[in-house]
């Protein structure tokens, strides 16, 4: 069984900053990619940022020189860093892993339960 669980979420005033984070948690064997993505009401599920496991990174051009998404030492925790918070980054955050539970294994998907963000003054 694994499970991800994230933290982090809140209010926040425009221009200020959260860190997010999301722990994967059970039997890994290899992350091989977290990501975030994010849904704000009435619109579409969001890819903000991905970090693969040898490091390298996507962002959403909506979100480009504000997050930064980056790896815990033990490579099982993910934090994006988010800067300069609009209103339109307002979301429920979720974060979403491919793990290998086993070397012989399949990869799965896995979904943690979401974090609201708000960013209102």
């Known amino acids: 069984q694994v499970q991800l669980v994230e933290s982090g979420g809140g209010l926040v005033q425009p221009g200020g900053s959260l860190r997010l984070s999301c722990a994967a948690s059970?039997?890994?064997?290899?992350?091989?990619?977290m990501r975030w993505y994010r849904q704000a009401p009435g619109k579409e599920r969001e890819l903000v940022a991905r970090?693969?496991?040898?490091?390298?990174?996507y962002y959403a051009d909506s979100v480009k020189g504000r997050f930064t998404i980056s790896r815990g030492n033990a490579k099982n925790t993910v934090y994006p860093q988010m800067n300069n918070l609009k209103p339109e980054d307002t979301a429920v955050y979720s974060c979403?892993?491919?793990?290998?539970?086993?070397?012989?294994?399949?990869?799965?998907?896995?979904w943690g339960q979401g974090t609201q963000v708000t960013v209102s003054s």
């Open positions: 979403n892993a491919d793990i290998l539970s086993y070397r012989s294994s399949p990869e799965y998907n896995y």
């Open positions: 059970g039997k890994i064997f290899s992350i091989n990619a």
């Open positions: 970090i693969r496991s040898g490091g390298d990174t």
